[in-house]
């Protein structure tokens, strides 16, 4: 007799192996997702949005918010060879990174096609800890072979990790007892020991993907709690709260952080030739440091530096208030000549416009930019064709986010 | 006597699709069957009461949709069930599950090798590149290299052009895949064995090679290239087995005034002058007809069915060293209930699937050596669906019926022929093994039907039971395939042709060799075609 | 401080040809090798008092033209050494003997149908061999960028394809990827003829009769020579050769150092990039060049010498996955006198044992899971008949390559595995040579780890890598360094793991020179 039609089968046994992992944090966020808006990342289940979307923003922009970032992979380069591994693997020199510091970085293929970006902590002489958004251990793999000394290990599982955004952000942790806290630089690190116990170390670095004044906190998995329910209890008056990736989204947008499978495909992952992009394309020139005798992909990024990338990453401000999603862009109203695509877009809340990231054939950039929009009224389709407008600054990018003490919230 | 426009030998799914073809632009066709019944290699048998057994292909995945479309199988009774995942058995320890969810799939891998879980989207998305690339081949006529006629010309260029389009980089990639073995192909990604072993069997189904033989890597991809509902690489099972598709097929063929004549054995071609005219069947009738296509492979269709002096010098030769050997067998068992397997979980999701039984590439080259010494492996790759589990017509409620796919079987074993003793040895070598996963499975089989090369070779008639009609190796494959310089579906007699699997794309449940040929028939015959070109999901 | 224009890595044949014809257009020469003997794996060593021999004991297809550019006659190089008889050996006696080649040979052995076969099959082989013989002294150039170089080469391989005429096109692309046993059974009977015939595809290689793809091409490439794939011994053996090169490379004022082995690279990295600038040696000396060629195997030259720091991370991983391992165990012996062979009178041929093709694929399939061959084969070549000065007056040397012995053992390659190794193979010896024990007075066995460690020679691989399609023509070692220059600007590859490839040929230095020096224009 098989168990499958027995209505006392175990369902819950026969699917075990088919749930998505849980974060550490998630004892304590998933009672505040109340609409159990679930998605996932890397194999985690996520958090859409908690409570409601539009809200969780604002609490980015106008209070404090935390973003549960244990599914960002992460992974230790250790051992003697740990920075000429490094150095050669990313576009950007860390030889002269300092420890206890951070900087945003991102590898190329051979061909300076971007795998992916990601930040680079430097925690100690001999050890780097790499984050980035999609796996990519088979390529530090690589990356590694040819040393004598260096070790890549995956840590993802095994660092608990939150970002804490938002204005009052450095307050909070200030009431948390964490001394000096307001003193730490934009992409510093400081160690605390946790709830004044020395053996439980609590790691923070002043960074973040919302463009606001913002932290991110690490520590191990079994301290993961604790460290929420402290914070909760210091934010508590800070009208501190969860954020999930809608909100997220729309923080990242007004800085005008790309996102892979958005803005960029990852080089290892993609079909058709050339559908990936290097970065200069994606306006990520500032990350390439030639000075640097040898990198991955040098030569092919001289070499499009030179020609000039085919494509440019803009930020566009756009006529009116339709979404542009997925559309088209044209040098003139004729829409004959195609020469771009929106990648995200939005409306911006705090700024006020309808905002994009576009990609724009470099050459028609200084001229004028026209989208062809397609939304619905009540289901009826409507069309329309609106001039864009290439704003050079982040459409959100407070002087508190940069000042050391943060400014007053 | 009634003269046909075109007689067709043999009523396998290729043959039928290119008498649907030829009907359809109005010739009057008739499709001669040795056996009682259609479908060749496509076919359900009902052999024990109430199961009905796809007892050669069992799975679908490379149906040109573009025909399924185009002759309305769907309205003619086909139904094609995706299946969502695979579990592969290792020698021990946990199996390796394929969910169809990606996250879900991600998470599981990863408890295998995180390594390996991160590869596997490069490995999916180089895979789904050289699939593309391929795929774009299946319905068109191979070029022939060494001709200067204009559309030669223009169809090399294309070929080129498609090459080309890959960049200097994946140009290179591609020819390593296209000759090295899928050992070295997927020791690039891997390093679990098991996850190895599990992506590697598509690359030795069917096959004369091992994993560690170059080219196998390929056949890898034959098998991964097709698609359901433009989901590469996934499966899906005929509703009511793979008969359904020859019989929808049928049903379209005769829906366009076609003719199919059962117990009708081919004697022998009939040439006269140099020219095509006819068969002779096994019962002495004379058919007469302006063209005869033949669905046989190649090497059947030259030394069995053709008198040698009626060939050209050389053709007999070629076709005699025809590669086609026999490689697989089958086991097809009715079950009194669902087999429970040890370490996976009791998912019903998951007993939908395939299951493979093998855990490292070692041991599949170990098995490919037992079948170079003329042996059936003791410890052999088997791969088995439970289509009962996912298709309600097959087999009565509550029972089921699983299709075994061996590799290797020899065609002739070292000490001498098959006899029923080493036939019985044989299927219990495949039960004993499964045995090993599944406790209890023993006990739940009601019948067994036991096919090794001998069977699949004399009831369809494939030669030596090569399941392709004929080996996917560089020699024989596109304009090589079945022999350089009759690759455009032309046979040396004037008014022959072939359309079985023989020929490009080559074997698989596709279609498109029966199709391509009808291409060919009606250009020579200058009828407007009928057959459609392909439609591509990715372009 | 001394400047060359170009420093050579590797003393062997072709590091010694490239060297030599870059002197003769002018150019500054070093060659560094790293042991005491020129020749790399055809250097003569003493291997036991008295007793020498050479890892390559045959020629079969070294360049005439090179021969010629070089003058290697003026040298006491002699090119006109007639081909060695191939004897495919059977215990009973029965042998199969191919004697001269191509249309002038004698087959003994085997029956009429067979003998006519054979001048057939050899004569299509040859049309064969014939039409890719100038592109392995060319450049293969890269594809996929229309440039004029690439659209010439590949042009001229179209035009000599369709030269051959459609039967023969088509067949040439058909049979170019067949597995040797493929080929054999659709030509021949005799099993020993097609053990025989099969033998010169795979010899070297991690393939057996029935691995398809590469076989067919390895043995074009060996029929490009002289003797059209027959073998031979100039007089004065392996040595006469390596000596012709060192005198020629000499006096066209190469300079040359042994014992000198390099540690790596220097590679100068600035703000314009890396920029190889010589070479600094095992001793720590530092030497300086514009050029740097090395005829080192590229997963050493790459790997060991240059360092993964200054190379991209896909290439060193196509660097790094290079099928390198060989496969092939070297046997020495030194003989009291020349043993007597079961049915031979002489044995100044090439003797196989691999009685069948069988035999060579189940040998191949003990060596897939590490283990050496439990019924090995081998071809054996008695030296010092051409040449007695390889053993004292009278006494003789027996060499042998051995299939398939592999370079990973699966337990390790320790004393005990390699003396029963030892073992195995000369009882396999004696069932041939009954009496070949009696007239053992020394002998070794090379497995190609010993090769590895002895001759520098990654995997101990004959070819410096697997002659298969993705290691072959424009993707030899591996794209981004097949047309002999290198990611590294003023880093060039000239030995074997370069297009055309292995085996005593002289290909891979020769056109290494040309890109030299076509560069510096």
Redesign the interface.
């Known amino acids: ?5 027995n209505s006392n ?2 369902l819950a ?6 749930q ?2 849980v974060t550490h944090f998630h004892a304590r966020s998933s009672k505040f997702n109340i609409r159990e808006a679930w998605t ?5 289940k996520f958090a859409d949005y908690y409570y409601d979307a539009q809200y969780e923003y604002f609490c980015v922009r106008n209070s404090c918010a935390t973003y549960d970032i244990c599914p960002m992979q992460k992974y230790y380069i250790t051992g003697k060879d740990a920075m000429t591994m490094l150095n050669r693997l990313v576009t950007r020199d860390i030889s002269k990174l300092n420890i206890n510091r951070v900087t945003y970085l991102c590898w190329c293929t051979d ?1 300076g096609r971007m795998i992916d970006d990601g930040t680079v902590f430097r925690l100690s002489e001999d050890k780097y800890m790499l984050t980035s958004g ?6 530090f ?1 690589k990356a590694a072979v040819g040393y004598d000394d260096v070790e890549v290990t ?1 840590v993802s599982d095994e660092i608990a990790a939150l970002a804490f955004q938002g204005p009052t952000s450095c307050e909070v942790l200030k009431k948390m007892g964490l001394e000096g806290i307001e003193n730490l630089k934009p992409f510093n690190i400081m160690h605390f020991p946790f709830k004044g116990d020395s053996d439980k170390k609590l790691t923070i670095s002043r960074t973040g993907f919302t463009g606001d004044l913002g932290y991110e906190l690490w520590i191990d998995p079994s301290q993961a709690l604790d460290l929420w329910d402290e914070l909760y209890l210091a934010g508590e008056d800070y009208n501190i709260h969860p954020y999930g990736e809608t909100a997220l989204n729309m923080a990242r947008i007004e800085a005008g952080f790309i996102l892979p499978g958005t803005e960029f495909n ?1 080089a ?7 559908h990936d992009q290097t970065p200069f394309e994606l306006n990520l020139g500032w990350l390439v440091d030639f000075k640097k005798p040898h990198f991955n992909g040098r030569t092919a990024l001289l070499k499009d530096k030179t020609d000039g990338p085919e494509y440019t990453l803009v930020k566009l401000d756009i006529d009116g208030n339709k979404a542009a999603d997925d559309s088209y862009l044209y040098d003139s109203k004729k829409c004959k000549n195609h020469i771009g695509y929106i990648t995200s877009t939005m409306w911006s809340p705090v700024v006020k416009a309808n905002i994009a990231l576009a990609m724009v054939k470099t050459k028609y950039i200084k001229g004028q930019i026209w989208a062809e929009i397609y939304y619905s009224k009540e289901i009826r389709p409507k069309q329309k064709i609106v001039e864009c407008t290439v704003v050079n600054k982040p459409f959100w990018a407070p002087a508190r986010a940069r000042a050391t003490p943060p400014l007053r919230y | 006597m009634k003269k046909y426009d075109a007689i067709i030998i043999g009523a396998g799914h290729n043959g039928l699709t290119n008498g649907a073809y030829l009907a359809k632009a109005g010739l009057n066709v008739l499709v001669v069957e040795k056996n009682a019944y259609i479908g060749g290699a496509a076919v359900s048998r009902e052999l024990e009461n109430g199961w009905i057994y796809s007892n050669c292909s069992y799975v679908s995945s490379m149906l040109r949709q573009t025909i399924h479309r185009d002759l309305n199988l769907t309205k003619h009774g086909l139904v094609l069930v995706p299946y969502l995942g695979t579990v592969n058995f290792g020698d021990n320890g946990k199996p390796l ?1 394929h ?1 169809h ?1 990606g ?2 799939g ?3 891998l ?1 408890q295998h090798s ?6 596997m ?2 490995f ?2 180089d895979l ?2 050289y699939a ?1 690339l391929i795929r774009k081949t299946l319905m068109r006529t191979p070029p022939n ?3 200067f006629k204009p559309r030669d010309i223009k169809e090399l260029l294309w070929l080129a052009k498609q090459f ?9 990639e591609y ?2 895949f296209f ?2 073995s899928a050992e ?1 192909f997927l ?3 891997f390093e679990n064995d098991l996850i190895k072993a599990a992506m590697a069997s598509p690359g030795i189904i069917g096959t004369a ?1 091992g994993v ?4 196998s890597a390929y056949i890898l991809l034959h098998h991964v290239m097709g698609d359901v509902d433009g989901n590469i690489g996934a499966w899906g099972l005929a509703r009511g087995g793979m008969g359904a598709i020859s019989n929808a097929i049928a049903s379209a063929f005769k829906g366009f005034g076609g003719e199919i004549r059962t117990n009708a054995g081919v004697q022998q071609v009939l040439v006269e002058n140099g020219k095509a005219v006819g068969v002779v069947l096994e019962n002495g009738d004379e058919l007469r007809a302006n063209i005869v296509v033949s669905n046989l492979d190649a090497k059947r269709t030259f030394t069995k069915c053709m008198d040698k002096k009626d060939l050209p010098p050389g053709i007999y ?1 070629k076709a005699k ?1 025809f ?1 086609i050997r026999g490689s697989s067998g089958k086991v097809n068992i009715a079950l009194s ?2 087999p ?1 397997f040890t370490n996976l ?4 999701f998951i ?1 939908q699937g395939g299951q493979g039984f093998v855990g490292s590439l ?1 041991t599949m ?2 098995a490919y ?1 037992c079948w ?2 003329g042996l059936f492996s003791d410890d052999p790759f088997i791969e088995t669906v439970i289509p009962s589990a996912w298709d309600p017509t097959v087999a009565p409620p ?1 029972k089921h019926w699983m299709s075994c796919f061996v590799q290797y079987c020899p065609p002739v074993l070292a000490n001498g022929g098959w006899n029923a003793k080493q036939k019985e040895a044989f299927g219990q070598s495949v039960i004993d093994k499964i045995e090993r996963y599944s406790p209890g499975f023993k006990d739940l089989i009601v019948h067994k039907e036991i096919r090794t090369p001998v069977e699949i070779e004399n009831e369809v008639g494939l030669t030596e039971g090569n399941i392709f009609q004929g080996e996917l ?4 494959l596109l ?2 395939r079945p ?3 009759y690759a455009q579906y032309r046979m040396p007699i004037k008014n022959m042709y072939m359309c079985g699997a023989s020929t490009h794309p080559g074997g698989g449940v596709s279609a498109a060799c029966g199709a391509n040929a009808a291409r060919e028939i009606l250009m020579d015959l200058r009828k407007p075609n009928t057959v459609p070109e392909d439609s591509f999901y990715d372009e | 401080m001394n400047h060359y224009d170009t420093i050579i890595i590797g003393g062997g044949h072709n590091g010694l040809i490239c060297a030599t014809y870059l002197a003769k257009k002018g150019q500054k020469v070093l060659v560094l090798e790293a042991s005491t003997e020129l020749g790399g794996l055809a250097a003569t060593r003493e291997f036991s008092p008295g007793f020498n021999a050479s890892v390559a004991h045959t020629l079969s297809h070294f360049s005439a033209k090179v021969a010629k550019d070089l003058n290697l006659a003026a040298y006491g190089f002699d090119f006109n050494a007639a081909p060695m008889t191939n004897i495919a050996l059977n215990s009973d006696g029965e042998h199969v003997i191919v004697e001269g080649w191509g249309a002038s040979s004698k087959l003994s052995g085997v029956s009429d149908k067979d003998k006519e076969s054979y001048r057939e099959y050899h004569q299509l082989l040859k049309r064969f061999a014939d039409l890719l013989k100038p592109f392995w002294l060319k450049t293969m150039p ?4 229309s440039s004029l170089k690439e659209s010439l080469t590949y042009a001229h391989l179209g035009l000599k394809m ?1 030269m051959l005429g ?2 023969d ?3 040439f ?6 597995p040797a046993r ?1 080929l054999m ?2 030509n021949f009977d005799n099993k020993q003829l097609k053990a025989l015939l099969s033998w010169d595809g795979l010899i070297g290689s991690k ?1 057996a009769p ?5 076989t067919i091409l390895s043995l074009l490439y060996r029929m490009s020579g002289k003797y059209e794939g027959a073998h031979a011994l100039p007089k004065g053996g392996i040595e006469s050769l390596i000596n012709a090169l060192k005198s020629a490379a000499i006096t066209a004022g190469v300079e040359i150092r042994t014992g000198a082995k390099v540690k790596k690279i220097s590679i100068k990295a600035d703000e314009n990039g890396l920029r190889s600038e010589g070479v600094e040696l095992q001793s720590g000396e530092q030497l300086l060049s514009n050029n740097v060629a090395s005829a080192v195997d590229p997963k050493r030259t790459f790997l060991d010498m240059v360092g993964a720091e200054n190379l991209e991370i896909d290439f060193t991983h196509r660097i790094n ?1 290079l ?1 390198c391992e060989g496969y092939v165990a070297k046997l020495h012996l030194a003989l009291s006198d020349l043993p007597k062979f079961t049915g031979l009178d002489s044995l100044d041929g090439r003797m196989v044992i691999a009685e069948e093709m ?1 035999s060579i ?2 040998a191949f ?1 003990d060596a ?2 590490g283990e050496a061959s439990q019924k090995p084969v081998m071809e054996i070549v008695i030296p010092s008949l051409a040449d007695s000065s390889l053993a004292p007056k009278g006494q003789h040397v027996l060499s042998a390559h051995v299939m398939y012995v592999p370079y990973k053992h699966k337990n390790g390659w320790t004393e005990e595995a390699k003396a029963e190794l030892y073992e195995r193979v000369i009882d396999t010896l004696a069932s041939y040579a009954p009496d070949i024990r009696e007239k053992i007075i020394a002998g070794e066995i090379l497995t190609p780890l010993d090769l590895e460690q002895q001759y520098h020679v990654t995997g101990g691989h004959w070819h410096h890598g697997e002659l ?3 290691q072959m023509l ?2 030899r070692p ?2 981004e360094a097949a047309q002999y220059n290198t990611p590294i600007p003023g880093l060039y590859l000239c030995g074997a793991g370069s297009h055309p490839g292995g085996g005593l040929m002289g290909g891979p230095g020769h056109n290494a020179a040309n890109e030299i020096l076509k560069a510096k224009q």
């Open positions: 007799m098989n168990t499958l039609m089968h175990d046994a026969a699917y075990e192996d088919e998505l992992q996932a990342w890397n194999g985690y061909d999609s796996p990519c251990i088979a390529w793999k995956d990852e290892l992952k993609t079909v058709h030739l050339h | 599950i969910y969810d996250n879900v991600y998470n599981h990863r995180a390594h390996d879980a991160d590869s989207f490069k999916q998305a789904t590149r593309q290299p060494t001709s080309w389009g890959l960049g200097e980089k994946e140009l290179y020819m390593r000759t090295t070295e020791d690039d990604y090679l560690y033989s170059p080219g030769e060293n590669k209930g669902l429970k979980p009791d998912n019903k007993n070692e080259e170990r050596d170079k010494h509550g190796t560089i020699d024989q304009f090589n022999f350089p310089g | 890269r594809i996929g960028h369709r459609k039967h096109m088509g067949e692309m058909r049979v170019a990827t067949l493929d059974d659709e393939m029935r691995s398809p793809n590469a996955r099928r069988d694929e189940f399939d897939k899971y298969s399609i993705s424009m993707m591996t794209y």
